[in-house]
């Protein structure tokens, strides 16, 4: 059985995740200024706008890929870029020359999950993930082969290998179908249910989401339950 | 130490699988045969000039090839999973780094010697060669890696990456070529010790610089 | 480092307070670059002439210093991309990327002057010596350093990746110096006859260094003009995507 991503709400002196003031520059200019928000553990952010109002670069910055220029992200008051998390961006990570397996397999020595230290464990659980991801007939298949929709799946699967409180999605919607859809807001709720956070950018509306922030405006608003 | 492990290998597997490793073989041939239709097939001349040219095309093969040292992970967004990672990014490069050293150097100093015969080059002194490329082997890959990280936004940086890596080569190849001397003396240790001293220090340096511009890279 | 010079750093680092400083400064350096061009070509003129060599060995008075300016302008290059990216200062990288032409020129210059000295000497236009074979890769060096910065789209990241380029290579000069001329003495063929230079005698001494001089007010007359016009130019294209935006 794989553990629980760590529970935030059963712990009393969490604030869940923190951002303050926070201003990103792109480019030289300014993108994201003073920006503001709090997400508590067990609830699902939906990050709107509009392109170029800096739902990507919000979420690199939170994950440490780009740098703030001011302000901080803080998850218990620890640094968020410190902290273990997930982040699913544009790109999907995976390696086109390299089939399914290789590809999650990678990813479960990378992560150095500790459920996942034995092959015997890793091929039970990949079976199990590509399984729930209907990837199943594909499990050989070199990444180039399969559809957009196949390897946004795949990309998403990273997800389940290792336990991280934070998941930060960008797009995590396109190429999805019904079925990839149903899929994410299934993994999603669970992450949730289990004490995690979520902050996904999407241009379409995220059923899961338990409040949204949106991007662009003079001063963005942050509103509880979905629009 | 999982996690450099899987780097290692995948980024072996997927220089073979992409040709990277069968691409530099045969360039290695393709220069040799092409030489005595220039020079003409003069088994005395080839004989004189085997060694330093082989080396020349070593550094021309690196030179034509280091800019897909890292295109395909910045395309991929693999570098945005790995700068996530617990590890120190720099060590992650020099993991890589190690990589290419395998993937790319090895497979041509092992098919050297079937080169140098078909230059007529002297039989004693393919081991001093050999010698000579995998002592060197880490500091091409580590100083290639710079030109790589430097120029991986660009599309189609191939000359790019050789215009930047080429005076780091000099010292190199300078070094490199002088180990094999006039056919009577022997081996010039003293040049293998640099370079092994070049390839240790480039091997500790270089990351700092790779990670640098790797990490403002625009994806 | 005192208070005082970060002062004085940062006061320069405003654009604006630059091109004020630069606007006084500008026409009384090129003044003084031309006359000191002008005096120190006097004096080449009128320095004695080789015995051996006969005229053509004044050609040594621009061949000597401008490797002199090469070398200080990737020197300069280095130190202002290290200023820049240690004190985000904006103005390091724009001195860089204005000084590499610069320095490419006094490369080339040094390397055509090199040759033509050497033609009446060697019988060939080109020989391996260490000198000429470091400056040769030294403006390898240069190349690539505006080979990056013109390949590099945003400007930022450029400006980080030249500077990068430029710190690794400055590492690389000397350790080029010190290889070429090691290999240089390995093939030392016995009958070619090594560069001759001329003993340094006070009446070549002076006219040198009057031109070594003259060529270093040059290069920060030169640079001081493409500063102004860099940031003249960065100011144009802001105004010209205001004008886009409406």
Request: glycine share 6%; charged share 20%.
């Given at each position: 059985m794989p553990p629980t991503t760590?529970?935030?709400?059963?712990?009393?002196r969490s604030n869940g995740l923190d951002a303050r003031e926070c201003t990103v520059y792109r480019g030289g200019h300014?993108?994201?200024?003073d920006v503001s928000f709090n997400v508590s553990g067990g609830a699902a952010l939906w990050l709107k706008g509009k392109n170029g109002s800096g739902k990507t670069s919000l979420l690199r910055a939170m994950a440490g890929l780009?740098?703030?220029?001011?302000g901080q992200i803080t998850l218990d008051e620890e640094e968020l870029r410190e902290c273990e998390l997930h982040y699913i961006g544009h790109?999907?990570?995976?390696?086109?020359?390299?089939s399914v397996y290789e590809n999650l397999e990678f990813y479960a020595a990378l992560f150095e999950a500790p459920h996942l230290a034995l092959k015997s464990q890793r091929k039970q659980e990949i079976t199990r993930i590509l399984k729930d991801l209907s990837l199943t007939s594909k499990?050989?298949?070199?990444?180039?082969?399969?559809s957009a929709g196949q390897k946004r799946r795949l990309a998403l699967a990273r997800l389940l290998i290792a336990p991280r409180p934070v998941w930060l999605l960008d797009?995590?919607?396109?190429?999805?179908d019904d079925q990839g859809r149903d899929y994410l807001y299934k993994i999603i709720d669970k992450h949730c249910a289990g004490g995690g956070i979520v902050i996904a950018a999407s241009h379409?509306?995220?059923?899961?989401?338990?409040q949204s922030l949106t991007l662009g405006q003079a001063t963005p608003t942050q509103s509880d339950g979905d629009s | 130490m999982r996690a450099y492990w899987a780097i290692f290998s995948q980024d072996i597997i997927m220089a073979w699988r992409l040709g990277n490793t069968s691409l530099a073989v045969a360039f290695l041939f393709i220069a040799v045969t092409l030489l005595p239709f220039g020079v003409g097939p003069e088994l005395a001349l080839l004989k004189r000039i085997a060694p330093g040219l082989l080396w020349v095309i070593l550094i021309l093969t690196m030179l034509l090839s280091l800019?897909?040292?890292?295109q395909s992970d910045l395309e991929d967004g693999s570098f945005d999973q790995l700068l996530l990672l617990n590890h120190a990014f720099e060590v992650i490069i020099l993991t890589k780094i190690l990589a290419h050293y395998f993937a790319i150097i090895i497979p041509v100093a092992i098919f050297l010697p079937i080169a140098g015969l078909m230059l007529?080059?002297?039989?004693?002194a393919l081991p001093g060669l050999a010698l000579s490329i995998l002592l060197a082997g880490p500091a091409l890959s580590a100083l290639g890696a710079i030109g790589a990280a430097l120029s991986a936004?660009?599309?189609?940086?191939g000359l790019l990456t050789a215009l930047i890596v080429m005076p780091l080569y000099v010292p190199i190849l300078i070094f490199g070529a002088s180990v094999?001397?006039?056919?009577?003396?022997?081996?010039?240790w003293s040049s293998l010790g640099v370079l092994a001293a070049i390839s240790l220090a480039t091997m500790m340096l270089s990351p700092f610089a790779v990670a640098a511009s790797l990490r403002g890279a625009e994806r | 480092m005192s208070r005082k010079k970060i002062d004085w750093l940062q006061y320069y680092a405003n654009p604006h307070n630059f091109m004020n400083l630069a606007q006084r400064v500008h026409l009384p350096l090129w003044g003084l670059a031309i006359l000191a061009l002008a005096y120190g070509l006097f004096l080449s003129f009128n320095a004695p002439a080789d015995?051996?060599?006969?005229?053509?060995?004044?050609i040594m008075f621009i061949h000597v210093p401008a490797a002199w300016l090469s070398l200080f302008t990737y020197s300069f290059i280095a130190g202002a991309s290290l200023i820049a990216l240690i004190f985000r200062h904006p103005l390091g990288h724009v001195a860089a990327r204005a000084a590499a032409p610069i320095g490419a020129i006094f490369t080339l210059a040094t390397l055509i002057t090199g040759s033509l000295w050497g033609q009446p000497i060697?019988?060939?236009?080109?020989v391996w010596d260490a000198r000429l074979t470091s400056v040769l890769v030294l403006f390898f060096l240069y190349l690539g350093y505006m080979a990056i910065w013109r390949a590099i789209e945003s400007p930022d990241q450029a400006a980080k990746m030249a500077a990068i380029l430029a710190l690794v290579g400055s590492v690389n000069v000397p350790i080029v110096k010190f290889s070429v001329d090691w290999w240089n003495t390995l093939h030392q063929p016995a009958s070619v006859s090594r560069f001759a230079r001329p003993a340094i005698h006070p009446d070549i001494l002076y006219p040198l260094l009057t031109m070594g001089g003259a060529f270093f007010i040059l290069f920060f007359a030169l640079l001081v003009t493409r500063v102004q016009a860099e940031i003249l130019e960065q100011r144009l294209r802001a105004r010209y995507r205001g004008n886009l935006n409406g």
């Open positions: 760590k529970s935030l709400v059963s712990d009393s300014l993108l994201i200024e780009i740098p703030l220029a001011d790109q999907d990570g995976l390696k086109a020359r390299a499990v050989d298949a070199y990444v180039t082969d399969l797009e995590p919607l396109t190429a999805l379409e509306p995220l059923d899961c989401a338990t | 800019d897909r040292l890292f007529n080059i002297d039989a004693s936004s660009v599309q189609r940086s094999i001397g006039e056919p009577s003396s022997g081996l010039n | 015995y051996q060599q006969g005229s053509s060995v004044r060697w019988g060939t236009w080109w």
